[in-house]
């Protein structure tokens, strides 16, 4: 008997019909909007979950708590409550609404910090109930259990549903557990696999990607794992979130429109190839942003 767990993975993976003008390029999508949760961090909060109770760091006493900017908490409520286990998600409070009520939906307690911090105030509240109030934190940033849930899924799927012909792999980097563990998986595949990271330009704001002060970088990135960095503004990445929905039928976030527009960025540099880029989530957990307003 299968459970909603057993849908997490696999997702789709389909070619671009008309953003990309390369004719000797193909452009695929790999669409994490297709998970239960809506999301690529479905993978991540599972394995996560999944692997602390297995060792026995975690049972249904274990009082959880984990900052996060959304998709990852709307992952872990999921999943924490189908454990049988409590936890709290940490947000900054201008939080799109939709992601707040989907937690809370799901079961878990929400708790909204000052946007003026942004999600390094939220990591600092956990991290002080962590120090001082008994509470055990996953730690996405820091823990290897999110990008081992790419090493062992995301990169595999991208191996095998290209026919092991993929030659550039583009992700958005936020926790950075996605590039980390496909990347890691595509070079023993292949070393000469090209991992593409992509990053805001200095002064825009993407949900999902991230520029992190050095004191607040995820322990889990290792700046040799990816090959190029592509910086996109927020103007680029809200564009393309459009075009994606009215050229390719995809509806998804801004750091998925992020991720497409240095995709295209990089696809105008190569005289041939095979890109697969990350769709991170879909579309409709910003309905209440200004993200899809003309």
């Known amino acids: 008997m299968s459970s909603i767990l057993d849908l997490i993975g696999n997702t789709p993976l389909v070619e671009a019909q008309h953003l990309n003008t390369n004719k000797n390029v193909k452009l ?17 909060a599972y394995n996560m979950i999944k692997s602390a109770v297995e060792r026995g760091d975690i049972d249904k006493n274990t009082k959880l708590i984990e900052a996060t900017s959304g998709n ?10 189908l454990y049988n286990l409590t936890i709290e998600l940490v947000m900054p409070e201008n939080s799109t609404k939709e992601r707040v009520q989907t937690m809370r939906a799901y079961g878990a307690k929400v708790t909204l910090t000052s946007s003026d911090r942004g999600i ?32 062992k899924t995301t990169g ?14 583009v992700s958005s980097m936020g926790t950075t557990g996605t590039i980390m563990g496909t990347s890691t998986y595509l070079k023993e595949q292949n070393k000469d696999i090209q991992i593409v990271g992509v990053q805001p330009t200095d ?5 999902g990607i991230r520029k992190w002060p050095k004191e607040y970088l995820p322990k889990i990135f290792n700046p040799k794992k990816v090959d190029q960095v592509i910086e996109v ?21 801004m750091s998925s429109g992020g991720a497409t527009a240095a995709a ?18 879909r579309g409709d957990r910003y309905l209440s942003s200004d993200l899809f307003e003309d």
């Not at 999508?29 to 949760?37: A, D, H, Q, T, V």
């Not at 934190?137 to 090493?151: C, I, M, P, R, V």
């Not at 002064?203 to 949900?207: A, C, E, H, K």
């Not at 680029?236 to 998804?252: H, S």
């Open 233 to 253: 503004s927020e103007d680029e990445a809200r564009a393309m979130t459009k075009r994606l929905a009215k050229e390719e039928g995809i509806f998804a976030g």
């Open 72 to 81: 990852t908490g709307i992952a872990l409520a999921l999943i924490a409550n």
């Open 156 to 169: 595999p799927e991208v191996w095998r549903d290209t026919n092991q012909e993929v030659t550039h792999f």
């Open 28 to 44: 695929f999508f790999k669409l994490e909007g297709n998970n239960p949760g809506g999301s690529v961090k479905d993978r991540p």
């Open 120 to 151: 390094e105030g939220s990591r600092d509240y956990a991290d002080d109930k962590v120090k001082h109030e008994g509470f055990v934190g996953l730690n996405q940033f820091a823990n290897d259990d999110n990008w081992k849930a790419h090493y």
């Open 203 to 207: 002064n825009s704001r993407i949900p």
């Open 264 to 281: 295209l960025k990089l696809i105008e540099t190569l005289e041939e190839g095979i890109v697969v880029s990350i769709i991170c989530d």
